[in-house]
């Protein structure tokens, strides 16, 4: 199974992604930024973070999981990796995250970006598993 992929948005990122389980779809979409962000060939998981997040129903908790795993990076210049869910309800989360410091000499930023929206936030079990939509401010 497909971790994610790219749908079109005006000026802005969209990601439609997959999981077969709640835990690998939260997961796969803290991928989907980083792996978007960087190489993740470059960035090791010597750092580790433990993350707990809560929202009013499973579109908030997703986006407020989002906005966390993004902050780490944009206000804490941790580059992520490796994501795990540990506890997951539709109105709380408890994971862990591993990644490395930003090193310009070794990092190149691909894309940046800089804020996770409610627009058009969708998350939903289906036959297959589970999916979402969201979008991003580049």
């Known amino acids: 199974m497909k971790r994610y992929k790219v749908f079109d948005h005006t000026a802005d990122l969209g990601l439609e992604i997959y999981g077969k389980d709640e835990r690998e779809l939260f ?4 991928f989907a930024i980083f792996d978007l962000t960087v190489d993740l060939h ?3 998981a010597s750092e580790v973070r433990s993350v707990s997040v ?23 210049g ?15 989360l408890v994971g862990e995250v591993r990644g490395e410091a930003f090193n310009p000499k070794r990092h190149i930023i691909k894309t940046e970006i800089k804020a996770v929206t409610y627009h058009q936030v969708e998350v939903e079990k289906n036959k297959g598993g589970w999916k979402a939509r969201v979008i991003f401010d580049v």
């Open 27 to 30: 997961s796969n979409a803290a």
């Open 42 to 44: 470059n960035v090791n």
């Open 78 to 92: 941790i580059l992520l990796k490796e994501f795990s869910i540990s506890e997951i309800s539709s109105r709380h």
């Open 54 to 76: 809560r929202g009013s129903d499973r579109e908030d908790l997703f986006v407020n999981y989002l906005r966390e795993i993004l902050y780490i990076f944009n206000g804490e």
